[in-house]
C-alpha cells in the first residue's frame, strides 16, 4: 500500500491552497433545493446527524499510488462492479447518504462533473453506505445523478478500503487513475473545482 507522505507539483500546492482560501471567504452557494433544512444545516456548520471529513485533500504521486482498488459491490439495479472496470478508465468514487448534509451540497457538483468529463472516459460510481434502494433514487431524482451507485450498508466495501475511506468521514470522494490506483482523496464535502482539477490531471497523464 502507498506511505502516505506525499509530494504534490508546487503548482498543485497553488491549485488547492486557492480553493481552500475562497471556500474559507466565500459563502457556500445554493446547491440544492432552497428549502432543504439538511443542506442548510451543512452550511450552518453544527454538524448534526453526520460525522464529516476536515475538508483536506490528499494527493498520491505516481511512486506512491500502490496497488489498484479490489473494488467488488453490485449496483442498486444489480450490475455488478469489480476491480477489471477501473481499468483504463479514471475514476471518481464517491461514499454518501441520503441523509448526510454535506453530501447534498456537494451532490450537485457530482452530477454536473460526470456529465462533463463523460465524453473523455472519466466514469464515476456512489458507495451508498446506509441507504435502502427507494431512499437512494429518490436523492439521485432530487439531484440529477444518473452515475450507479451501490450500496454497502453491511460495510464490506469500506472495509476494504479503509487505507483511504476513514469509517466515520462521509462524504469522502476517490479519484483513481486508469489503473485503478488512488491519486487522490478529498475528505468532507468535495469542493467542484479543486475535483475538477483532480480528475483534468489524471486525464492528462499518459495512458
Not at 34 to 57: M, T, W
Request: with cysteine; charged share 20%; aromatic share 6%.
Amino acid at each position: 500500500m502507498p506511505s502516505h507522505p506525499v509530494s504534490p507539483l508546487p503548482e498543485r500546492r497553488q491549485v488547492l491552497r486557492a480553493a481552500a482560501l475562497l471556500a474559507a471567504v466565500i459563502p457556500l452557494a445554493a446547491c440544492s433545493k432552497a428549502d432543504d433544512p439538511l443542506a442548510e444545516q451543512a452550511r450552518a456548520g453544527n454538524g448534526k446527524n453526520y460525522i464529516a471529513g476536515d475538508g483536506s485533500v490528499q494527493e498520491y504521486g505516481l511512486e506512491t499510488r500502490g496497488d489498484p482498488l479490489d473494488l467488488n459491490g453490485t449496483t442498486y439495479e444489480g450490475k455488478h462492479i469489480s476491480a477489471d472496470q477501473l481499468q483504463g478508465k479514471v475514476t471518481v468514487l464517491n461514499f454518501w447518504y441520503a441523509a448526510c448534509a454535506p453530501c447534498r451540497l456537494e451532490a450537485p457538483h457530482l452530477s454536473k462533473l460526470s456529465k462533463a468529463f463523460a465524453s473523455k472516459g472519466v466514469q464515476f460510481f456512489g458507495v451508498n453506505v446506509r441507504d435502502e434502494k427507494a431512499t437512494a433514487a429518490a436523492f439521485e431524482r432530487t439531484f440529477k445523478i444518473t452515475y450507479p451507485s451501490m450500496p454497502d450498508a453491511d460495510g464490506s466495501i469500506l472495509l476494504s478500503m479503509t487505507e483511504y475511506v476513514p469509517p466515520q468521514a462521509v462524504p469522502t470522494t476517490l479519484v483513481l487513475d486508469r489503473q485503478g490506483r488512488v491519486a487522490a482523496r478529498l475528505l468532507g464535502e468535495a469542493d467542484e473545482s479543486t475535483l475538477k482539477a483532480l480528475i483534468s490531471d489524471l486525464v492528462s497523464e499518459p495512458a
